[in-house]
């Protein structure tokens, strides 16, 4: 968030500078003039912080975002998106979006490994290591195919799509992943016991 807050004050300094609006120009200047004015600071400081390597230049192309999940329904579901750049001044796309499934798109359901099991097979690892026998790293989650039934609200989706899908409001999903919930992590419900009465 400081790093966020930092950016936004250059760019504020940069849009003041750029558009030249000193604290007596605004009260004297026309709203219509201002907001030229203004407008014109920000896409200057915009192409500065750009030039600058503060930032990275914002991406045209977006073919995968991120956001939770606000409601589900037969084919489709809604997400919050998450931010697609870290550039203040640049245009998100809609908040709110729209996740078409069809029989070709690919879900995903991701599984945390139990922490004990990661840490066996963690150990199992190092020792093959050191016993010349390296190989790939445990995998902290496991993965299975899964369907639009198993995503819930609040859950966290990754969402893929065959085209450009930076300002899209709906989108045609190719792959879906998700994170979910160990089976073992929920909790049963103990049995009901009912007190047995006694007749004197």
């Given at each position: 968030?400081?790093?966020?807050?930092?950016?936004?004050?250059?760019?504020?300094?940069?849009a003041?500078?750029?558009?030249?609006?000193?604290?007596?120009?605004?009260?004297?200047?026309?709203g219509?003039?201002?907001?030229?004015?203004?407008?014109?600071?920000?896409?200057?400081?915009?192409?500065?912080?750009?030039?600058?390597?503060?930032?990275?230049?914002?991406?045209?192309?977006?073919?995968?975002?991120s956001?939770?999940?606000?409601?589900?329904?037969?084919?489709?579901?809604?997400?919050?998106?998450?931010?697609?750049?870290?550039?203040?001044?640049?245009?998100?796309?809609?908040?709110?979006?729209?996740?078409?499934?069809?029989d070709?798109?690919?879900?995903?359901?991701?599984?945390?490994?139990?922490?004990?099991?990661?840490?066996?097979?963690?150990k199992?690892?190092?020792?093959?290591?050191?016993?010349?026998?390296?190989?790939?790293?445990?995998?902290?989650?496991?993965e299975?195919?899964?369907?639009?039934?198993?995503?819930?609200?609040?859950?966290?989706?990754?969402?893929?799509?065959?085209?450009?899908?930076?300002?899209?409001?709906?989108?045609?999903?190719t792959?879906i992943?998700?994170?979910?919930?160990?089976?073992?992590?929920?909790?049963?419900?103990?049995?009901?016991?009912?007190?047995?009465?006694?007749?004197?």
């Open positions: 968030m400081a790093g966020v807050a930092a950016v936004a004050l250059i760019i504020v300094g940069y003041m500078g750029a558009s030249g609006m000193g604290i007596a120009s605004v009260i004297g200047t026309g219509g003039n201002y907001n030229t004015g203004y407008a014109a600071g920000i896409a200057s400081a915009q192409r500065k912080l750009q030039d600058s390597g503060l930032i990275p230049k914002s991406p045209t192309e977006v073919m995968t975002i956001g939770t999940v606000k409601s589900v329904g037969s084919d489709r579901f809604v997400i919050n998106a998450n931010r697609i750049s870290i550039n203040p001044l640049d245009s998100q796309g809609p908040t709110e979006r729209t996740i078409v499934v069809n070709k798109t690919q879900i995903t359901a991701r599984i945390s490994t139990p922490p004990a099991e990661l840490t066996a097979a963690m199992l690892f190092q020792d093959n290591v050191k016993a010349g026998k390296p190989g790939n790293p445990p995998m902290p989650f496991t299975k195919a899964a369907k639009i039934d198993d995503i819930k609200i609040s859950m966290v989706v990754t969402v893929t799509a065959a085209e450009n899908i930076r300002d899209a409001s709906t989108i045609n999903a792959q992943i998700f994170q979910a919930v160990p089976s073992a992590a929920v909790s049963p419900v103990p049995p009901r016991v009912v007190p047995k009465t006694t007749t004197k």
